[in-house]
């Protein structure tokens, strides 16, 4: 694992599909689930439509816009965006709770 800071790559640990990719920090975590061909749901790819919410048991993220649609409480718990979210460490990524 590499600690945070300025990297060219990260790995994203998928567990539920029994995958761990190597993502680059400047591509969202959806662009790199699905260059690597990862089946995850997703829709506006904007951070508003939630349709590919996750949950971040692991890692640190950044956002490319200035506030995606999480609520405070929602970002506190580890809900996540692939879809804006940028990796700025190792990431373990779950599905949403059912």
Do not use: F
């Not at 829709?43 to 609520?71: D, F, H, K």
């Amino acid at each position: 694992m590499h600690s945070t800071g300025s990297c060219d790559h990260w790995t994203l640990r998928l567990p539920r599909q029994d995958a761990s990719l190597t993502v680059d920090p400047q591509r969202t975590l959806l662009q790199s689930m699905q260059q690597a061909g990862v089946d995850w749901p997703a829709s506006c790819r904007n951070g508003t439509c939630r349709t590919c919410i996750g949950q971040l048991a692991s890692g640190l993220v950044r956002y490319g816009v200035e506030w995606p649609g999480l609520l405070p409480e929602e970002k506190a718990t580890g809900a996540v965006l692939p879809c804006v979210a940028y990796p700025v460490s190792d990431v373990i990524l779950m599905p949403p709770s059912a």
